[in-house]
Structure formats: C-alpha cells, structure tokens
C-alpha cells in the first residue's frame, strides 16, 4: 500500500490518521477547497459507493456521519438534489452532497444556499465551479474518472484483517421473488428497488420509505427497529 497523505488528525482531535491507497491510485480529484478529514474521507467513500449504485449520470445522495439522509433519482437534475434535501434538510446541514452527474449553474446556486463540507460531482461546468469556490471551505471533488471495481472492505482491529466484497450489485426485478399475498405493481416494485438499494447502505436497524424514486424518511442505526421506523 502507498501513503497518500497524513491527515490532520482521525475522528477525534486525539486520534491520529493517515490514508492510504491498496496499490492502485484513489481516482477522486479534489478540485478546490481546504485539505480533506478523516471524517471527510469516510464521508466520501460512503458517498461514493451509494452514489455510484445509482443509474448511469443520474442521482443526487446526501450523506451525513456516513449515513445518507436524502436519495433522489429524479431524472431532472435540480429536482433530484431538491427532494433528497427535502427528505431530512436539517441532517443535510454540514453533510456531502454527491452528485452522479456534471454539475450546471442552475444547481450550483441551489448547493451554495446551504452549509456543505463536501460536493462530489461527476464533472462540472467551469461556471458553475466559480460559483462554488466562492463558498469558504467548501471542498470540490470530481469522481468522473472513479473506476467501478469489486474492492473489498477492510476492517482492522486488534492486529486482524475483516474482510468481505463491497455490495455493490445492480438490482433488478429478477433478484426479488414476491411473497405477498397482493402483487406490487410495476411502479411500485420499482420504488420498492429504489428503496432497497438505499437501504443497504444505512447502519442497520434501517428503515428507509420512498415515493416516487426519492426518499421520504431514513431511520438508522438505532437498536430497535420501531425507533428506527
């Protein structure tokens, strides 16, 4: 593994950290801002791997403590960035926004209205960029050359390596068998899918309700799933 740099410290201010890649360059730019966290880094991945699960150039996820607290995959851009933050604008605050797309003008005005340590982007227009660094401290990263691998996750503790795969599968109405006594119709299981997938990504008990392909309400990491709910 190669060192990419030392952080100014881990997850609290007595902690230190470093990041580190596993032999291949992290093809993530930072394109404007102060220097990342540690707690940015694990932002970003968790960011990423949910931002990534989406369709091809569409989405927005808003991630808060490594947890999102707002999907959308609304086909129009600044309405899928609109209903993720509608889902839970209080947690978006100081969160990541991660945008499966290129970034327009029209969006940056609405991102510059709120507080936001990170903005990933699949690309942005120079205009828009300009609008952004204006925001301080605000960080920039471009993900549009971000290689799609199955990496596995590592957990390290007390001198042991944790491994699994990353669940990163695409679903589709074939990997779900209905058990229910009444069908889902096709919208339905569609937002049924949509919901899953979020869900997996949520520290469990997780509960997430959806509607027309943006999430509504995300409960997680609670011990029990009715607080959750």
Same mark, same amino acid.
């Given at each position: ?5 030392? #952080? ?103 991102? /510059?209205?709120?507080? #936001? ?14 609008? #952004? ?39 589709? /109405? ?51 799933? #009715?607080?959750?709910?």
């Amino acid at each position: 593994s190669n060192l990419v740099e030392n #952080l100014r410290y881990g997850e609290n201010p007595h902690q230190k950290a470093a990041i580190y890649s596993m032999g291949q360059k992290l093809n993530i730019k930072q394109i404007s801002g102060k220097k990342l966290s540690y707690n940015n880094y694990n932002d970003i991945f968790s960011a990423l791997l949910i931002s990534k699960s989406l369709p091809k150039n569409i989405g927005t996820a808003i991630i808060k403590h490594a947890n999102p607290c707002g999907v959308s995959i609304n086909k129009n851009k600044l309405k899928s960035y609109k209903q993720a933050l509608a889902c839970d604008p209080i947690s978006a605050f100081g969160g990541i926004v991660a945008c499966n797309f290129k970034i327009k003008n029209n969006l940056a005005l609405e991102l /510059k209205k709120i507080y #936001l340590e990170v903005v990933i982007c699949n690309g942005i227009e120079n205009s828009a960029l300009k609008i #952004l660094k204006n925001k301080k401290n605000l960080r920039i990263i471009d993900s549009s050359k971000l290689k799609d691998a199955n990496l596995n996750n590592i957990s390290s503790q007390f001198g042991s390596l944790l491994i699994q795969t990353t669940d990163t599968f695409s679903f589709s /109405k074939s990997n779900f068998k209905i058990v229910s006594k009444i069908k889902p119709n096709f919208k339905t299981l569609k937002n049924l899918i949509f919901a899953f997938n979020v869900c997996r990504f949520v520290k469990s008990n997780a509960i997430v309700i959806a509607n027309k392909g943006s999430t509504i309400g995300i409960g997680s990491g609670q011990p029990s799933r #009715l607080d959750s709910c």
